[in-house]
């Protein structure tokens, strides 16, 4: 009985390992996956800051890296910039708004790898109560076996987003209308 | 006019805290209320603030003396003519404005020091932080910090108008007391 059950679960393994791609979770827990953003000062200097919370998935299939899909979601009152009031301001009506708008996300469209572990992705972004497309450009920076018995992926991404695109019209001058977001995730395979 | 309190009258020290108080109270709720509005390019913009931190401070420590000075000091005795209900209810207000006060003071320090950050007054010195890092403690102090101003603000006017009352309705010197007459 017991090597019937071992034996269907072995089939059962091989048979569904290629039809399924593989699905990783973001590191959360060990914080292996950053959010963060870069605007300018005024013009003269830039500012940093990241989002503390946030989780997500995403599969990929060597041999179908077309068929890629990410979903991350973004707690915005986790927003931290080093400086508790201006997080405030940040978390507040000029800005996020994240009373009213508790939860931002990204949940990708497409996933066109260009060579090189270059990719370009598209998705669509939801922000302070909008949803517009974006697109980011990934770096594939590398998988395989880690040194506790897991499976790991990473990707790195850019994209600039404009303020006002996400309905954030607070004047900051006219050198900081647009902010750089940089993502690092790493996903481990379930 | 002596300065220290008697059986019937306050004395300078006690108006000069409580009219100097009134001062601050209105000033800090006003500029509170406007710098919060101002945009990034706005000269007040970080000078609003700053004014409104340091006011605070000098506030805390002036209440701090005015309660040293009120308990070293005798209280003037309450009018005759009052009835039990406005003695009572005189008193349930100012031991509320007292308390309101430290607790609009305390919870404003809790914003500007959530990240451990000092507050300075005036350049002249500044406040170290006590407790900060709490999750989110700067947006859940600042929204305390606004309703219980708002809430001092209305008791105050409360305060006053019941002053008014005393000294057009009630013709005594309820009021004039507070000035010194």
Do not use: C
Not at chain 1, 81 to 102: I, M, Q
Not at chain 2, 152 to 181: C, V
Request: no cysteine; charged share 20%; hydrophobic share 45%.
């Amino acid at each position: 009985m017991k090597k019937i059950i071992v034996a269907s679960l072995l089939v059962m393994g091989m048979v569904s390992t290629p039809v399924f791609a593989e699905n990783y979770v973001l590191d959360i827990k060990g914080a292996h996956a950053f959010i963060q953003f870069k605007i300018k000062h005024l013009g003269y200097s830039w500012l940093l800051g990241r989002f503390n919370k946030f989780d997500g998935s995403f599969s990929y299939d060597e041999k179908n890296p077309a068929a890629a899909k990410i979903v991350v979601n973004i707690d915005p009152s986790s927003i931290d910039s080093n400086h508790a009031e201006r997080d405030k301001h940040l978390r507040g009506e000029d800005f996020l708004n994240v009373k009213k708008y508790p939860e931002a996300r990204f949940v990708s469209t497409s996933f066109e790898e260009k060579g090189n572990g270059k990719v370009v992705l598209r998705g669509d972004l939801t922000l302070h109560g909008i949803t517009k497309p974006i697109v980011i450009d990934v770096e594939h920076i590398g998988h395989g076996k880690d040194p506790w018995g897991g499976y790991r992926r990473g990707f790195a991404g850019k994209t600039t987003l404009a303020l006002k695109d996400f309905g954030i019209n607070y004047d900051l001058g006219p050198a900081s209308r647009e902010v750089e977001m940089f993502l690092s995730i790493e996903g481990i395979r379930q | 006019m002596n300065w220290r309190n008697s059986n019937t009258q306050w004395g300078w020290v006690a108006i000069g805290f409580h009219w100097i108080t009134v001062f601050m109270v209105i000033s800090l709720f006003s500029l509170g209320l406007w710098m919060v509005g101002l945009t990034y390019y706005d000269p007040w913009y970080k000078q609003g603030p700053f004014i409104h931190k340091s006011i605070g401070v000098l506030l805390f420590l002036l209440t701090l003396a005015r309660l040293l000075w009120r308990y070293i000091n005798i209280t003037p005795e309450n009018f005759s003519a009052h009835t039990a209900w406005e003695i009572r209810a005189a008193q349930v207000s100012h031991v509320l404005l007292y308390i309101l006060l430290f607790s609009v003071m305390l919870t404003g320090y809790l914003i500007s020091t959530a990240d451990g950050r000092e507050v300075e007054v005036f350049n002249l010195f500044s406040i170290p932080a006590t407790i900060y890092g709490i999750e989110k403690q700067e947006d859940i102090a600042g929204e305390i910090h606004l309703a219980l101003a708002v809430i001092l603000i209305s008791i105050s006017l409360i305060h006053a108008l019941a002053a008014i009352k005393h000294h057009f309705f009630d013709k005594d010197s309820t009021l004039k007391r507070m000035i010194g007459r």
